[in-house]
């Protein structure tokens, strides 16, 4: 099991969701360290809309959020969230997991 697959059971991803990239930056000198974990999801993919039908991804946003600590390292998720056309021809953001 490789790390990205350990982050991805331990926030309870499930596919086509997955930690793509694991980042630890620590900095010596202000004492500070933070974990930094991409999250994308699979080629490909395709979530459901209101009616629950798949769609295809039109685009993605960038998003950001301050996780739980990882020990005592601040944690921040990075998320491309799929913008998905739906049946009725308008774009909408997918929920995140």
């Not at 997955?18 to 933070?34: A, G, M, P, W």
């Not at 950001?64 to 998905?84: A, D, G, M």
Request: a negative charge; proline letters at 5%; hydrophobic letters at 35%.
């Amino acid at each position: 099991m490789n790390n990205e697959s350990l982050f991805s059971m331990a926030l309870g991803l499930q596919s086509p969701w997955k930690v793509e990239e694991i980042i630890f930056s620590n900095d010596n000198i202000l004492e500070q360290n933070e974990l930094h974990l991409q999250i994308g999801f699979e080629p490909g993919a395709r979530f459901a809309d209101e009616s629950g039908v798949l769609c295809p991804v039109h685009d993605t946003v960038d998003r950001q959020w301050q996780h739980l600590s990882f020990f005592e390292h601040s944690c921040y998720l990075h998320c491309s969230v799929p913008r998905i056309t739906t049946t009725d021809g308008k774009v909408r953001t997918v929920e995140v997991p």
